[in-house]
């Protein structure tokens, strides 16, 4: 819809500006009925000029309410692990995303990353994830490569789009990966409970030898 009508203002402006010049040459310029007509033609140009400053305003009003469904990697939501998630970044809902890779990521265990091939709708701001690795081994591994590709998929409307997108770790590899100790923090506290059990197991496996000890004292 946007190139038909690009099309039809340059359409229009050449039609306008041959007019002028066949008009000067052809009937002459001494005619007054010729500049009565060159003034309208005029007219005609001046409009369509200022038609391509407004289509441009529509069509970022257009852009910027559409969905963005939008992958990259993560390294910072989990401790030392690398996701790769699809967040939409647009204001309206997409739905039907698939993503099209030119050359596929790989996770730890070696095989290509397909979960997120397709996911059937995200809301605004809304994310899905899944798991690539220990973010340091991989964004070492991932360093100098970048995962291009297409992500198609439709607006509330049903209208089909289409978006190139780029995910590299090369921004991550020389910047601290959190801005604080929290999510450290956060990971080592999940460790308590099983310190506590092994405790508890040490603490019973010695009661049981004391009381083995007292046991034999007592014979």
């Known amino acids: 819809m946007r190139n038909l009508v690009r099309v039809t203002l340059f359409i229009v402006l050449l039609a306008a500006i041959g007019l002028i010049v066949f008009l000067l040459i052809f009937v002459g310029p001494k005619e007054k009925e010729t500049w009565a007509t ?5 007219a005609v140009i001046a409009a369509a000029i200022s038609a391509f400053p407004a289509l441009r305003v529509l069509e970022l009003q257009d852009d910027s309410s559409q969905p963005r469904p939008t992958p990259y990697f993560d390294v910072s939501s989990r401790y030392n692990l690398l996701q790769l998630r699809v967040k939409n970044i647009g204001p309206n809902v ?12 790989l996770d730890h265990h070696g095989d290509e990353i397909t979960a997120l091939d397709y996911i059937p709708s995200l809301l605004p ?15 070492k591994k991932y360093s100098n490569m970048r995962f291009e590709g297409e992500a198609e998929f439709k607006d509330s409307n049903g209208k089909s789009l289409r978006q190139w997108f780029v995910c590299s770790t090369q921004e991550h590899g020389k910047r601290l990966v959190h ?22 197991d040490s603490l019973n496996t010695m009661s049981e030898n004391q009381r083995g000890r007292t046991g034999d004292d007592a014979e």
Request: glycine share 4%.
């Open 38 to 42: 060159i003034t309208g033609l005029l």
């Open 94 to 105: 997409a739905y039907e995303i698939r993503l099209k890779w030119k050359i596929h990521p």
């Open 125 to 139: 701001e809304q994310t899905v994830s899944t798991l690539v690795g220990v973010s340091t081994d991989m964004v």
């Open 179 to 200: 801005d604080e100790e929290l999510p450290k923090t956060l990971r080592e506290l999940q460790d308590i409970p099983k310190q506590l059990e092994k405790i508890v």
